[in-house]
């Protein structure tokens, strides 16, 4: 064989196996960097949430619990969304959209 025909079966040989080697660092860049999941979090009534109303970006597989706070002069009704509970406890796999409910409370007064 030609000298010149060595070096070019050498190159294409080096060509293939950079490709190759770029193709594997790409498939291992996806396991090495985690997937992310966005939870919304949307408020009804007047109230707050822990994690607070928009938007938040947790990794895959991470365990959030989004607490209820009422504002004066209202109580927590319920969540709907993704939690359809009075708490609201969420495994991170997909992207999760949440509502609190709350509603206004009635004091009622004794008169004598």
Known sequence: M???TLYAIAIILLIISSTTLLINI???MY???PEEHQL???IQ???YTDPPEGNHTYEHGTEVTVNAIP???HGFSHFSGDCEEKTCEL???RDKEVTAHFRETVQITKTE
Do not use: P
């Open 31 to 33: 396991r090495v960097f």
């Open 2 to 4: 030609e000298k010149r």
């Open 91 to 93: 495994e991170m796999t």
């Open 40 to 42: 919304t979090v949307n």
């Open 45 to 47: 009534g007047r109230g």
């Open 71 to 73: 504002s004066s002069g």
């Open 26 to 28: 790409r498939i291992g």
